[in-house]
């Protein structure tokens, strides 16, 4: 299961996503949106030694996915090398702008 998920997005437990989320779905709702998904969308996690995480990105890519799945529409697919293009062409923005990492070069 491949996940897009980057270790420098606010990563959450579990639990702590089911907290974050409106109406408090239990833990074991996120688990099985991540082992099961719902309407053909898993929810992206990662494991961390023995924890498993997923993140406030994942969780609005995943709610993006299943309401346009709801509505009927084409479930959006980002591959891992599109996703990282999209960080390359922010980061060279940042660059040109003189923030972040490719300002320092």
């Known amino acids: ?12 437990t579990l639990t702590e996503a089911s907290h974050r989320l409106p ?12 082992r099961r ?10 494991a961390i030694a023995s924890r498993r995480y997923t993140s406030v ?7 993006a996915a299943t309401t346009a799945a709801a509505d009927g529409q084409p479930v959006p697919v ?13 980061e060279r923005e940042l660059g040109r702008e003189g923030v972040g990492r490719c300002a320092e070069q």
Do not use: H
């Not at 998904?37 to 990662?46: D, Q, S, W, Y």
């Not at 990105?57 to 709610?63: D, K, L, P, S, V």
């Open 57 to 63: 990105e994942a969780i609005r890519r995943f709610i």
């Open 37 to 46: 998904g719902i309407r053909g969308v898993k929810l992206e996690t990662l």
């Open 23 to 34: 109406g408090c779905p239990c833990a074991s709702s996120i688990w099985r949106w991540y």
């Open 78 to 90: 980002r591959t891992a090398r599109r996703r990282r293009q999209a960080i390359e062409a922010a």
């Open 1 to 12: 299961m491949s996940t897009n998920i980057s270790v420098d997005e606010e990563l959450l």
